[in-house]
Nanobody
């Protein structure tokens, strides 16, 4: 079983930055694909970024490319999402996800087994 806990959300002005963290625990965490998603009221959950296990290969939603960076600290069992040049349309609950069934880049939410509780990011204009 893998448990995921996000932190780092908050209120920020447009153009500002935030760093989200996703702390993972559980005996099977080490070989896992991970990613970030977001969900706004009235909208479907949206893929934001994914990172492959064991390396630094990543994939991003087009609208966040060049502004967001996903990374993993394997020693600390933690995944990060560094967000910069934030826009009001980035406002959402951000959720981290993981799966031990695959190690590659996963952009589809249904392929993840484990989810965190989410952290709210609000960007004011």
């Amino acid at each position: 079983q893998v448990q995921l806990v996000e932190s780092g959300g908050g209120l920020v002005q447009a153009g500002g930055s935030l760093r989200l963290s996703c702390a993972a625990s559980g005996p099977t965490f080490r070989r896992s694909a991970m990613g970030w998603f977001r969900q706004s009221p009235g909208k479907e959950r949206e893929f934001v970024a994914a990172i492959k296990w064991g390396g630094f290969i990543t994939r991003y939603l087009d609208s966040v490319k060049g502004r967001f960076t996903i990374s993993r600290d394997y020693a600390q069992n933690t995944m990060y999402l560094q967000m910069g040049s934030l826009k009001p349309e980035d406002t959402a609950v951000y959720l981290c996800a993981a799966t031990t069934r695959q190690t590659g880049l996963i952009t589809v939410g249904s392929e993840y087994e484990y989810w965190g509780q989410g952290t709210q990011v609000t960007v004011s204009s």
